[in-house]
């Protein structure tokens, strides 16, 4: 069955340096990819999207994403961490089961340090 | 003009208590969802609906009664409440769950925050 996995429940990173969220996935066959953001007190909202056309996804607020079949990874990255980005993100993947239904990784929490 | 919106944003009650949460998308998306949030953030679909037709009830006790009287709205009627279900609860909406896996995009509401005393 198709899933994903988020590594580290927490990531803290001072401000300005390189945020890393990692996300693996499990799937045979093509995997639809997505990262969301959820801000405090906020419902969720789009990254970034896989859709194939180019491994390396680039998203709002400076996000990137690249996928890499040969680790069946799909980890989410930033140069560097704004105060801003302290958040909840969450990687996910698009199945179909009678209809397409996102199955959404168990999310990783963001701190960025002063 | 919010994209999809939910009321109330709180909702505190004892248990035992019978409430709703009304949800309303002015997207013109065919589907809509409802997920509920635990305490650890754990993200869980719960129903979705494809123009007003329900496609996916992930075996949620049937105290839990969705309702879509068109396919811009999706209410969330819940009855005799436990203190398990504190939580939040997201509606999202989604342009169709038959159109695409990237076209399955998710927009999310503010949520409603549950407290069930």
């Known amino acids: 069955a198709q899933s994903v996995t988020q590594l580290g429940s927490h990531v803290s990173v001072s401000e300005g340096a390189l945020v890393l969220l990692r996300c693996n996935y499990s799937?045979?066959?093509?995997?639809?990819l997505f990262w969301y953001v959820q801000y405090p007190n906020q419902g969720l909202q789009l990254l970034l999207k896989y859709t194939s056309a180019a491994t390396l996804v680039k998203g709002i607020n400076g996000f990137e994403a690249e996928f890499k079949k040969s680790e069946t990874s799909f980890h989410l990255t930033k140069p560097s961490a704004h105060m801003s980005d302290a958040a909840e993100y969450f990687c996910?993947?698009?199945?179909?089961?009678?209809?397409?239904?996102?199955?959404f990784g168990a999310g990783t929490r963001l701190f960025v340090k002063a | 003009d919010t994209a999809v919106s939910q009321t109330p944003k709180y909702l505190v009650t004892q248990m035992g208590n019978d409430k709703s949460i009304k949800c309303e998308q002015n997207?013109?998306?065919?589907?809509m969802y409802w997920y509920k949030q635990d305490s650890k953030k754990f993200l869980k679909i719960m129903f979705s609906y494809n123009n007003k037709e329900l496609i996916i009830n992930e075996t949620v006790p049937n105290r839990f009664s969705p309702k879509s009287p068109d396919k811009a709205h999706l209410n969330l009627h819940i009855n005799s409440l436990e203190l398990g279900d504190s939580a939040v609860y997201f509606c999202?909406?989604?342009?169709?769950?038959?159109?695409?896996?990237?076209?399955?995009?998710?927009?999310f509401g503010p949520g409603t925050r549950l407290t069930v005393l």
């Open positions: 996910a993947v698009s199945v179909y089961r009678g209809g397409f239904k996102t199955i």
């Open positions: 997207l013109g998306h065919d589907t």
């Open positions: 799937s045979s066959v093509p995997p639809y």
């Open positions: 999202a909406s989604s342009q169709g769950l038959y159109r695409g896996p990237v076209d399955n995009e998710q927009f």
